[in-house]
């Protein structure tokens, strides 16, 4: 199975000439990476014209976030269906600037149940803000796992993709390592497992959090993960080909 780098380029670049630009660099980066899935997620703005410009075959493309509700007096909102439209089969629920800004565990349950209804691969996130020597964070995610999964079939919990995010290690110069991201994959299947059953075994696994091309090589041979959440590396088109480029020597 190949590798996943989810690149999320948050609310970058300042506009739309800037990231046709960066895309074009990501194509090219795409197209000498055959054994790894990139996924591009750009603002909403960008998202259905750099979608609908590329024919290619070895970018997907994911939305940043998604309203839960159908349709409706949401003002701001992009629904499920609006995304699905603009061919995009990806969105990212729960995100830590997401929660920051007020998006609950029961938002991000329904979000997830609602992606999975509507034929979209959510890319689940979560993770701690701060860590102690006690492990208070694992009971943290644990209750972010469970109100996430709490509405999905067990026949579907394999299609979530669980992003591990510590909210501590985000724009940081270090990324957690390898040793505690393996303790944490862990962790996070036997409590989707609970949820969920034995299909939780399926769950990929993904680590977001200050990954950039001097850590990804290491995290993906030893933290027990299929991939990578990227955010700031995503948008230099340098750092991210230099990032693709260690994934292949993992």
């Not at 990231?19 to 603002?43: C, G, H, N, Y």
């Not at 499920?80 to 007020?102: M, N, P, S, T």
């Not at 030893?222 to 230099?242: E, I, K, P, W, Y």
Request: hydrophobic fraction near 45%; aromatic fraction near 6%; include cysteine.
């Amino acid at each position: 199975m190949k590798t996943i780098v989810i690149a999320n380029w948050k609310m970058n670049p300042a506009t739309f000439r800037e990231a046709r630009k960066l895309f074009e660099a990501t194509k090219k980066i795409a197209d000498s990476a055959k054994s790894i899935a990139i996924v591009v997620a750009p603002p909403a703005l960008y998202m259905r014209e750099l979608r609908g410009a590329y024919m290619g075959a070895r970018i997907s493309f994911a939305a940043q976030n998604a309203c839960f509700e159908l349709g409706g007096a949401h003002t701001g909102g992009v629904s499920l269906a609006q995304i699905k439209d603009a061919r995009v089969q990806y969105v990212l629920v729960g995100h830590a600037e997401r929660r920051a800004a007020g998006e609950t565990n029961e938002d991000t349950g329904k979000k997830v149940a609602a992606a999975l209804a509507a034929g979209l691969v959510p890319i689940f996130c979560v993770g701690e803000t701060k860590r102690s020597g006690s492990g208070e964070h694992f009971l943290f995610v644990k209750d972010q796992l469970r109100a996430g999964f709490a509405s999905v079939p067990p026949a579907k919990a394999s299609r979530v993709i669980v992003a591990y995010e510590p909210v501590w290690a985000i724009g940081s110069d270090a990324a957690m390592s390898p040793r505690d991201m393996h303790e944490m994959a862990i962790f996070i299947r036997k409590t989707v497992v609970e949820v969920c059953g034995e299909s939780g075994h399926k769950v990929q696994i993904l680590y977001g959090g200050a990954a950039d091309e001097t850590n990804a090589a290491d995290m993906l041979r030893d933290g027990d993960v299929r991939g990578l959440l990227v955010g700031r590396a995503s948008q230099d088109a340098g750092r991210f080909a230099a990032l693709i480029r260690a994934l292949g020597d993992a």
